[in-house]
């Protein structure tokens, strides 16, 4: 069973956001969140967000962080050349959200939810936009987004993936490996992977993400990820 967490205070300094928190079988530790302020360019923006009606889970915090580590190292061990996609120092900074869990997943107008019934990919880009305003470049930054709120895996390619509470419970459990696997098969596709036109149940960005950390890259794959300015040596 995993250890529960439960925030004991939290507080805010000028220069970024710490949080107490105890489990169940640690002390009590601390968790200092400095804000990424000016990004490194061509690297991969991890943020996640607590909608208004939740708390900021620690929990789900860290397991992102690990999560997306693995994943840059797994990606690495993939590309056989030292490439590798860039993280910020900080590695998931956090965002209030501007709405509810439940917004995530309602059908909004179609200036904001689209019209392809990727409904909740299209809510987070458009609150994305509006939480960073500017600043929101998906030409020079990839951006990973995980939200504590129900949503279904929604990602299309190129420049934003999404995850949600299941994805986010299960990166945090005791078994985290295929949790992990599917955001990595969701980062895939913010890089600009499609679906494989023909299925390979090894590979990661077909039906083997679920078989994580012993899935592939295909060869195809590792040519599109060598080209983009978003790998690097590492």
């Known amino acids: ?7 004991s205070f939290v ?7 710490g949080f107490s928190f105890n489990s169940c079988s640690k002390k009590s530790e601390s968790l200092i969140i400095n804000p990424t302020v000016n990004p ?7 943020y996640f967000i607590t909608p208004t009606d939740k708390s900021f889970n620690p929990q ?38 501007l709405h509810n869990s439940s917004w995530y997943n309602s059908n909004n107008v179609d200036s904001i939810s689209g019209t392809s019934g990727l409904i909740a990919y299209y809510n987070i880009k458009y609150e994305m936009k509006h939480l960073l305003g ?14 504590e709120a129900d949503f279904p895996d929604e990602t299309i390619p190129r420049g934003l993936a999404t995850e949600g509470l299941g994805n986010l419970v299960g990166i ?8 992990i696997g599917a955001s990595g098969h969701a980062l895939g596709h913010s890089f600009g992977l499609p679906e494989p036109k023909i299925q390979n149940s090894q590979a990661i960005m077909s039906t083997g993400w679920s078989k994580y950390p012993n899935c592939i890259l295909q060869p195809a794959e590792k040519d599109s990820l060598n080209a983009s300015p978003f790998f690097q040596i590492n």
């Open 40 to 46: 490194v360019p061509y690297s991969l923006m991890v």
């Open 60 to 97: 789900y915090y860290t397991g992102a962080k690990a999560c997306i580590l693995r994943l840059q190292a797994w990606y690495k061990s993939q590309m056989g050349n030292n490439k590798t996609f860039v993280l910020n120092p900080v590695v998931v900074d956090t965002l209030t959200g």
């Open 172 to 179: 945090s459990g005791d078994s985290p490996e295929s949790w």
């Open 1 to 7: 069973m995993r250890n529960l967490l439960t925030a």
């Open 134 to 147: 500017a600043n929101f470049d998906t030409a020079h930054f990839t951006y990973f987004v995980y939200v």
């Open 11 to 17: 507080f805010i300094f000028l220069t970024g956001v």
